[in-house]
C-alpha cells in the first residue's frame, strides 16, 4: 500500500529542488489499480512499493505526472510508481523528468500525443544533469526467483520498456528483470508461447509463496547491487 504525503504538484507545478541532485531513478513497471493490483505484471510497482517501505519514504501523488513519486535525499534517489496502463508508463516518466528539469532525449517520435489526456505543460529549461535510470519489471523467459541487469537494447518484446524508450527517445538505460516463469501448457504440461495463457499468467495474482520467494530471492540480493549504483560508475 501506498503512503501518500501532500501532492507537490496537484495544480500541475513543481517547486524547483534546492537539495541535492539526484544521481538514481527507479522506475517500476505495472498496470494501474485495481486491474493491476497484487499480479505478475506489476512486479515493478511491487518492487519500488517495497523499496520505498524499507527507506520510510512517502508517496507524493504527482497529478500532472499521473504517477506517484517518492524521493529519498539521503541516498540521492527517486522512485517512480507510474499510474497509466502498462503500455503507456512512459509517458509518466517522461512528464516527472520534465517537472523535476532533468534532462532527456525525448524525440519527436513520441507517442505521447495519441494518449487521450490533456497535454503537459512545456518542459521548464533544464539545470540538472540527467540522472542514472533503472526500469523494473516482469519477465517471462525467466524462471520465478530470478533476475538479471541489462544495460540498454531493444525492449525485446515488453511494450512498458518500448514506451519509455519511445518517450524518452533513448534506449540507454538499465532494466531490472524480474522472472516469473511461462505458464505451462495444459495438455504437454511444457513452458507454452500461447499468448492467451501468457496473458493470464502476467494478470495472475502473486500468491504468498511466491512473494516469500520474490523477496528472497530477488529483491533482498538486488538491492544491494541498485544501491551501488549510486555510488559507483557502473551505468556510466
Known amino acids: 500500500e501506498l503512503q501518500l504525503s501532500t501532492p507537490s504538484d496537484a495544480m500541475g507545478q513543481l517547486a524547483p529542488s534546492t537539495h541535492r541532485p539526484v544521481r538514481l531513478v527507479i522506475i517500476g513497471l505495472g498496470n494501474p489499480f485495481p486491474i493491476g493490483n497484487?499480479?505478475?505484471?506489476?512486479?515493478?510497482?511491487?518492487?519500488?512499493?517495497?523499496?520505498?517501505?524499507?527507506?520510510k519514504l512517502s508517496w507524493s501523488l504527482h497529478l500532472s505526472s499521473c504517477a506517484y513519486v517518492a524521493t529519498c535525499e539521503d541516498r540521492d534517489l527517486l522512485l517512480i510508481h507510474p499510474m497509466l496502463p502498462y503500455n503507456h508508463n512512459g509517458w509518466c516518466v517522461k512528464r516527472v523528468y520534465e517537472r523535476h528539469g532533468f534532462n532527456s532525449a525525448a524525440t519527436s517520435t513520441s507517442s505521447s500525443s495519441q494518449?487521450?489526456?490533456?497535454?503537459?505543460?512545456?518542459?521548464?529549461?533544464?539545470?540538472?544533469?540527467?540522472?542514472?535510470?533503472?526500469?523494473?519489471?516482469?519477465?517471462?523467459?525467466?524462471?520465478?526467483?530470478?533476475?538479471?541487469?541489462?544495460?540498454?537494447?531493444?525492449?525485446?518484446?515488453?511494450?512498458?520498456?518500448?514506451?519509455?524508450i519511445d518517450e524518452m527517445g533513448s534506449d540507454g538505460f538499465w532494466r531490472l528483470r524480474i522472472g516469473i516463469g511461462r505458464p505451462n501448457d495444459r495438455k504437454s504440461g511444457k513452458p507454452t508461447r500461447e499468448k492467451s495463457a501468457i496473458i493470464a499468467h502476467v494478470m495472475s495474482k502473486v500468491t504468498q509463496s511466491e512473494r516469500d520467494?520474490?523477496?528472497?530471492?530477488?529483491?533482498?540480493?538486488?538491492?544491494?547491487?541498485?544501491m551501488e549504483m549510486i555510488v559507483t560508475d557502473r551505468t556510466q
Open 213 to 226: 520467494i520474490l523477496i528472497s530471492e530477488v529483491f533482498r540480493p538486488s538491492l544491494g547491487e541498485i
Open 38 to 55: 497484487g499480479t505478475k505484471h506489476s512486479l515493478g510497482h511491487w518492487y519500488v512499493t517495497k523499496l520505498a517501505e524499507e527507506l
Open 115 to 164: 494518449l487521450p489526456l490533456k497535454s503537459s505543460p512545456p518542459a521548464q529549461p533544464s539545470h540538472s544533469p540527467s540522472p542514472k535510470m533503472l526500469v523494473i519489471h516482469d519477465d517471462v523467459d525467466r524462471k520465478l526467483g530470478t533476475y538479471s541487469f541489462k544495460l540498454a537494447g531493444s525492449a525485446l518484446g515488453n511494450r512498458g520498456v518500448k514506451s519509455v
